[in-house]
């Protein structure tokens, strides 16, 4: 599968080798861009499923050069990618930058297969949750926007997270354990009117407590529906996860919907250009996002190349 592209890039030094988004009011981005191409579509009840092995796939284990895609653009500005820690580039080495996407991959991106994955508990406080010291990541975003789907993507499942027309089912702090070393998070979604007030106000009062006191938590991957244009609230939680220092890689979904009409009048690269240049005012290094379909898979190996670099990083420091 098709998930890398190289860039020529003139010398640039590494920004801060922290993994949190720090945000504090910047400049405007200067006007260098780089082409970034995006991947191609691929063909392809506390109800939670139990263990599964999965038959891994070969296209993570070799990173190999793919020419960019024949498809629109996105244009990035070299200031606005995310350079992992301890990666330098150069004229003389230029980087490979997941496709649809803004991060440049690293050393560090290896064992990014999804080999088994398990539903291990639901808590409803931070404390609750599994302590044997595993990484983790969550997923948050706003109810609807595709979260149970793109975990049930991520490790090729159908059913391993529920997926409900309901907006809102998901009431808990959800572990489950991948490749017996690691865990993805799936937390409650936040914006579901219809939910009753005293609930949502325990959705909100617990997942915060997660995000500031949990030791395990590597990076929060905060959804954005693409096929709309983003919401007051979507940037209100990216501010408080930026505020507060929480690491966070922004995941865009439903990005198969391109019916120009129905959605705003945009196309969901455009959305996607629109939060990242209202979001550039407020943070000093741009967060790393991907574009994602739980529909195609498309952005599937790039989530979990950029979780494997993120992890080891981690892991060793």
Not at 118 to 123: M, T
């Amino acid at each position: 599968m098709a998930f890398l592209t190289h860039f020529p890039l003139a010398p640039v030094h590494h920004h801060s080798s922290s993994l949190f988004t720090r945000f504090i009011l910047s400049s405007k981005p200067k006007t260098l861009l780089i082409l970034a191409a995006i991947s191609s579509p691929q063909t392809a009840t506390s109800h939670f499923s139990s263990t599964s092995t999965i038959n891994p796939s070969s296209s993570l284990e070799i990173l190999q050069d793919i020419p960019i895609a024949e498809e629109t653009p996105l244009q990035i500005a070299k200031e606005k990618l995310f350079i992992p820690p301890e990666t330098e580039i150069s004229s003389e080495k230029p980087p490979r930058i997941l496709r649809g996407s803004n991060i440049v991959l690293s050393k560090y991106a290896r064992d990014a297969q999804v080999i088994s994955a398990e539903f291990v508990k639901s808590s409803v406080e931070t404390e609750a949750c599994p302590s044997d010291g595993s990484p983790e990541f969550a997923l948050v975003g706003r109810s609807n926007v595709g979260k149970s789907s793109l975990l049930n993507s991520i490790v090729k499942r159908k059913k391993l997270a529920l997926t409900s027309k309901k907006p809102g089912k998901t009431q808990c702090i959800n572990h489950f354990r991948i490749n017996d070393s690691w865990f993805l998070v799936d937390l409650p979604g936040y914006g579901y009117a219809s939910a009753p007030n005293e609930l949502r106000k325990d959705w909100n009062k617990f997942t915060k407590d997660y995000f500031l006191n949990r030791s395990t938590l590597v990076s929060v991957f905060l959804l954005i529906d693409a096929s709309i244009p983003a919401k007051k609230i979507d940037f209100e939680y990216a501010s408080w996860l930026g505020q507060n220092q929480v690491p966070m890689t922004i995941i865009f979904t439903k990005c198969d919907k391109r019916k120009k009409k129905k959605n705003g009048g945009k196309h969901p690269e455009e959305n996607v250009q629109d939060f990242q240049d209202l979001i550039s005012e407020y943070f000093e290094a741009v967060p790393p996002w991907i574009m994602t379909s739980s529909v195609t898979n498309q952005g599937r190996d790039e989530i979990l190349l950029h979780m494997s670099q993120l992890r080891n990083y981690w892991l060793k420091h």
